[in-house]
């Protein structure tokens, strides 16, 4: 991801993931390349899956509480 290489890293997590749905740094990495990539739909719904498995997972947390703020989504 770093090197610039978003889209090969997309495909690799989305593998990572359907192989292993409840791998929890799969998940959290292909979240984070769909909100760089601006899908922040996309993004949160990996976020919301991360926590439904663990509802105390505060990166999850925070990066959902980032993207509503984003949204103006807040209170």
Do not use: C, W
């Not at 990495?29 to 976020?47: E, H, I, M, P, S």
């Not at 926590?51 to 990166?59: A, F, G, K, P, Y």
């Amino acid at each position: 991801l770093k090197s610039g290489a978003v889209t090969e890293a997309l495909a690799q997590f989305e593998q990572a993931v359907a192989a292993d749905a409840m791998n929890p740094y799969a998940s959290h990495n292909l979240a984070v390349v769909y909100r760089k990539t601006g899908r922040t739909n996309d993004a949160a719904k990996v976020f919301r899956q991360i926590l439904d498995r663990n509802e105390s997972e505060v990166t999850a947390l925070t990066a959902l509480a980032e993207l509503a703020a984003e949204r103006g989504d807040v209170d």
